[in-house]
């Protein structure tokens, strides 16, 4: 089992900079991926980017160029530094952690946070 708490989220103007830490507890030396979803308000969840254990980074094309993410193994954490934030980025951010099984069978676990708000102001 993985907990995750996400916070750092708040009201930002537009091209300004925000940086959302998430922490994650229980097992987290299971944890394989780890990540960054977000859902505006009447649309569905969307990726936005994720790190493997190895540091591998994705990035969805929509941030690009303005968020990184990074993660510390050691300590179970991953960060989403966001530069250059636009009124289309508002959403509630939430932390992702994947695990996967191999026996008796191969098997994904998603876990996540409760959210926490970005709002950027135009």
């Known amino acids: 089992q993985v907990q995750l708490v996400e916070s750092g989220g708040g009201l930002v103007q537009a091209g300004g900079p925000l940086r959302l830490p998430c922490a994650a507890s229980g097992s987290i030396f299971n944890i394989n991926i780890m990540g960054w979803y977000r859902q505006a308000p009447g649309k569905q969840r969307e990726f936005v980017a994720s790190i493997t254990t190895g540091g591998v980074t994705n990035h969805a094309d929509s941030v690009k160029g303005r968020f990184t993410i990074s993660r510390d193994n050691a300590r179970g954490t991953v960060s989403l530094r966001m530069n250059t934030l636009r009124p289309e980025d508002t959403a509630v951010y939430y932390c992702?952690?994947?695990?996967?099984?191999?026996?008796?069978?191969?098997?994904?676990?998603?876990?996540w946070g409760q959210g926490t708000q970005v709002t950027v102001s135009s």
């Open positions: 992702n952690a994947v695990v996967f099984t191999v026996t008796p069978e191969l098997k994904r676990y998603d876990y």
